[in-house]
C-alpha cells in the first residue's frame, strides 16, 4: 500500500481537508487560522482551498465562537472549532460544559452535536502557566463529551476524521510538541474508531498505560530497558472517553504489572481512574505489584526551564517508577 | 493602514516647561525599545525559553499611560506588556532576569515574559488570557472603594482584539454600573495577531464601546508620548472624580505578534510607514525641532538607556537559576 511519512500538524491538517472536501457540511472556525494558519501552522492551505466561507476567522469571543459552533451543530452543521491553547477553553465552558454537552440528553435524545474541539494542550514550551495545562481530565468527568488524546500522525488523522463524523462533541486534544513529529500514513483513506485503545508496544513483564505525549517517552524508555532484558508493554489508550477498559484489563492481566503515566498533574488525574478500572476488575486478581501512576507535579506550570522540567513528567521519571516495581 | 489619530487629548505647553519629566519620557521609550531588543538578542542567542510578545513600535501607549499613573495606583498589562511594566516603576534588572526564567526575576522566573508582576509597585500581573485582566481591574477598584483608599485608580490595559471578548464587556458594565475607579486603556494596534480590527468588528470605533455603559471616552495619538500622557492624565482625573472611563490609544506593533509571526496578514510597506512614524523617533523630533533639548542631550539620555539595559542583561545573566527541589514553593499561601 502505497505510502508517505508527514508531521504530526499535517496529519490534522489533511483529515480536516479530507473532511471538508467529502462533506459540504463540514466547515472550520477559530482564530488566526486564515493566513497566519493557526498559532501552530496547522491550517496551511486551508484558506487558499476552502475560502473564508469554510475557513471562518473569529474575533477573539471564545464563548461567542464556542457557542455559535454548538447552535450550528445541532441544526445540521458539523463545526470544527479550533482553540489556540487548550488552556483557553476555562474561557468558553459554559459552551462546552452546560450547553454542547447536555443538549442530546437533556433535551430527550432529539438533538444531535456533531462537533469537534481542537485544542493544543501542553506543556514544555516555556510558555508557562496559562499556555502549559493538560486539562482532559476535566473533559472526561461530563457525561456527553468524548475525549480522545492522540500520539502519532497515524492516528492523529484516522481519529480526527472519525471524530469529525460521529454525531457527539469531541474534545480533540493536539499535543503541541508532537505537532513538529513524523510518521507514516496511508495515501488512501483509513478510520480509527473513537474508543479503541492502541498497544504499541508488545511486552510481558509490565503494562504502560498511557497517552498522548508520554507514549512517545514510554516506548523510548521500553526500548532501553528491552536492553536489559525487560518486556515492557505500552499501551495507547487514544480515546479517553469513551474510555477502552477491555484493552487495559487485557494487558495488565497478561503482564500483571501497570504503570500510568500522563502529562497531566497526578493528583486528581485521569490516572486514577485508569488505576480503578484496573482495581475494579479482574484484573486486580492478577496484580503482583501496586500500581503506579506518573504524572506532573501538583503546580502550576513555570516557565523556567529547570523548573518546568522538574514539575512534567520525563522518562526518567517512567523509568524510575517502573524499576519500582518491575 | 489608515491612522485614526484624531487626538483630542492635549498634554498643554505647561508639560514643556517640566524638563525632567520630558526626560524621564524621552527615557521610559527607549529604555522600552532597548529591553525589547535585547529581549530579542537574547533569544537568538537562546538564553530564552517559551515565547515572547514584543511591543516595538507601541512604547509610548505603556509609557505614557503609566507615566501618568501615581505609585500606588494599580496597573494590569498584557502578554503585550513589558512598557507598561517599566513605566510602572519595575525593577528592570528583575524583568530582565524574569525574562531569562531567573529566580531572582521578579515572579521567580514563575511567570516568564507574559507574566511580568510587582505588587509593590502596584502592578498586578501581564495576562496569558486576553481579556482575562478585566474583571480583575474591577476588583482593584472594589478594594480602593471598599477601603476609602483617597487618590488611587485602577488602570487596565487591553488591546483590540481583547475589546471583543466577553470579560472585558462585563467589566465595564460592572465598573459602569457601581462607579469603580477603573481606566480602561485600550491599546488600538489595528490587530490581534493576524487579525485585523476591519475584519474583528463592524463598528471601528472602538471609543463607542464607552457610550454603551455610561462611560466617558478619551481618545489620543498613541504614538505620540505627550499625547498618551497628557491624556491619561486627563482620564486619571476623571476616574477619580467620576467613575470608570475608556482611553483608546491609537498605535502599532511593527514587531511581529510573537516569535512565530511571518507578518503574511499585513504589508511590508504598511509596516515601513509605521516604523518610520515611531513614538522615540517622533519624540525626539519634536524636542529638537522646539528647541527643547539639543541632539547631544537626546543623544546623552539614549546611552543611558543602552547603559540599563546593558547592566539588566547581565544582572540576568549572573542571576542564579531557580532550584529544582523549589519547584513546589508557593503553589499555596
Ligand atoms: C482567551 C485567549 N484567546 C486567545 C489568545 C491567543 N492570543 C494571544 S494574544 C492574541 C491577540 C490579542 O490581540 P489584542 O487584544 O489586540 O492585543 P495585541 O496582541 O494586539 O497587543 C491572541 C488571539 C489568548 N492568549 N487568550
Ligand atoms: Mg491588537
Redesign the pocket.
Known amino acids: 500500500m502505497p505510502e508517505r511519512e508527514i508531521t504530526y500538524a499535517n496529519a490534522v491538517r489533511d483529515a480536516m481537508s479530507e473532511e471538508m472536501r467529502r462533506d459540504p457540511d463540514v466547515y472550520f472556525m477559530g482564530?488566526?487560522i486564515g493566513v497566519y494558519r493557526g498559532?501552530f501552522g496547522v491550517s496551511a492551505g486551508m484558506i487558499e482551498e476552502f475560502g473564508p466561507g469554510r475557513v471562518i476567522e473569529t474575533p477573539?469571543s471564545?464563548t461567542a465562537f464556542m457557542g455559535a459552533a454548538a447552535g450550528s451543530a445541532v441544526t445540521g452543521m458539523r463545526p470544527i472549532v479550533e482553540l489556540?491553547?487548550s488552556d483557553?477553553m476555562a474561557?468558553c465552558y459554559d459552551q462546552i460544559i452546560n450547553q454542547a454537552a447536555k443538549m442530546r440528553y437533556m433535551f430527550g435524545g432529539i438533538a444531535r452535536v456533531p462537533m469537534v474541539i481542537r485544542a493544543a494542550a501542553g506543556g514544555g514550551t516555556g510558555a508557562a502557566a496559562q499556555?502549559s495545562q493538560s486539562l482532559e481530565q476535566m473533559y472526561c468527568h461530563v457525561p456527553g463529551l468524548k475525549v480522545v488524546v492522540p500520539s502519532t500522525p497515524y492516528d492523529a488523522k484516522g481519529l480526527l476524521k472519525s471524530a469529525i463524523r460521529d454525531d457527539n462533541c469531541v474534545v480533540f486534544l493536539e499535543q503541541k510538541l508532537l505537532y513538529g513529529t513524523k510518521g507514516v500514513v496511508p495515501d488512501e483513506e483509513y478510520l480509527i474508531p473513537l474508543g479503541l485503545a492502541d498497544v504499541k508496544r508488545e511486552g510481558a513483564d509490565l503494562s504502560v498505560i498511557t497517552y498522548g505525549r508520554t507514549v512517545q517517552m514510554s516506548l523510548a524508555v521500553a526500548d532501553r530497558l528491552a536492553e536489559e532484558g525487560h518486556s515492557i508493554e505500552v499501551l495507547d489508550l487514544r480515546t479517553l472517553s469513551p474510555l477502552d477498559c477491555g484493552a487495559i484489563v487485557n494487558s495488565v492481566k497478561k503482564t500483571k504489572k501497570a504503570v500510568i503515566v500522563h502529562e497531566a498533574v497526578k493528583f486528581g488525574g485521569f490516572g486514577g481512574e485508569i488505576a480503578a478500572v484496573i482495581a475494579d476488575s479482574e484484573a486486580f486478581y492478577s496484580l503482583a505489584a501496586p500500581i503506579k501512576r506518573v504524572g506532573a507535579l501538583y503546580c502550576p506550570i513555570p516557565c523556567s526551564p529547570i523548573l518546568e522540567k522538574t514539575v512534567l513528567p520525563g522518562e526518567s521519571r517512567i523509568e524510575e517508577a517502573i524499576r519500582e516495581i518491575l | 493602514m489608515e491612522r485614526a489619530v484624531n487626538s483630542r487629548g492635549c498634554a498643554g505647553e505647561s508639560i514643556l516647561k517640566d524638563k525632567a519629566l520630558l526626560r524621564k519620557m524621552l527615557e521610559g521609550i527607549m529604555i522600552a525599545r532597548k529591553f525589547e531588543e535585547k529581549v530579542v538578542e537574547l533569544f537568538s542567542k537562546g538564553f530564552i525559553h517559551g515565547t515572547t510578545?514584543l511591543?516595538i513600535g507601541e512604547e509610548a501607549t505603556g509609557i505614557g499611560t503609566t507615566m501618568a499613573l501615581s505609585r500606588g495606583d494599580y496597573m494590569l498589562c498584557?502578554?503585550?506588556g513589558h512598557a507598561p511594566a517599566i513605566g510602572k516603576g519595575c525593577d528592570i534588572n528583575g524583568m530582565m532576569a524574569e525574562m531569562l526564567g531567573r529566580e531572582s526575576g521578579v515572579c521567580r522566573g514563575r511567570g516568564g515574559s507574559m507574566h511580568i508582576a510587582d505588587f509593590s509597585r502596584g502592578i498586578l500581573g501581564a495576562n496569558?488570557?486576553?481579556?482575562?485582566n478585566a474583571p480583575l481591574a474591577c476588583g482593584a477598584a472594589m478594594t480602593i472603594s471598599l477601603k476609602g483608599i483617597p487618590d488611587r485608580i485602577s488602570a487596565v490595559f487591553?488591546?483590540?482584539?481583547?475589546?471583543n471578548?466577553g470579560a472585558v464587556h462585563e467589566a465595564m458594565n460592572f465598573a459602569a454600573s457601581r462607579g469603580l475607579p477603573v481606566m480602561f486603556c485600550l491599546?488600538n494596534?489595528a490587530?490581534?495577531?493576524s487579525t485585523s480590527i476591519k475584519k474583528a468588528v463592524k463598528e471601528t470605533d472602538l471609543t463607542k464601546r464607552a457610550a454603551a455603559y455610561g462611560m466617558k471616552s478619551f481618545e489620543c495619538d498613541g504614538n505620540d508620548v505627550l499625547a498618551v500622557y497628557g491624556t491619561a492624565r486627563e482620564a486619571r482625573r476623571h476616574v477619580l472624580e467620576n467613575g470608570p472611563c475608556l482611553l483608546v490609544e491609537h498605535t502599532y506593533?511593527t514587531s511581529g505578534?510573537s516569535k512565530s509571526d511571518g507578518n503574511l496578514y499585513r504589508t511590508k510597506e504598511e509596516i515601513a510607514g509605521w516604523e518610520a512614524a515611531n513614538p522615540i523617533a517622533r519624540f525626539s523630533s519634536f524636542l529638537l525641532e522646539r528647541r527643547l533639548f539639543t541632539r547631544d542631550e537626546i543623544d546623552a539620555i539614549d546611552r543611558s538607556a543602552a547603559a540599563v539595559i546593558e547592566a539588566a542583561a547581565e544582572y540576568a545573566l549572573a542571576a542564579p537559576c531557580p532550584r529544582a527541589e523549589e519547584a513546589m514553593d508557593g503553589v499555596f499561601a
Open positions: 482564530e488566526d498559532a477573539i471564545e489556540m491553547f483557553f474561557v499556555h | 510578545h511591543g498584557t502578554h503585550r496569558g488570557i486576553v481579556g482575562a487591553f488591546g483590540d482584539g481583547a475589546s471578548q491599546v494596534n490587530y490581534g495577531m506593533r505578534h
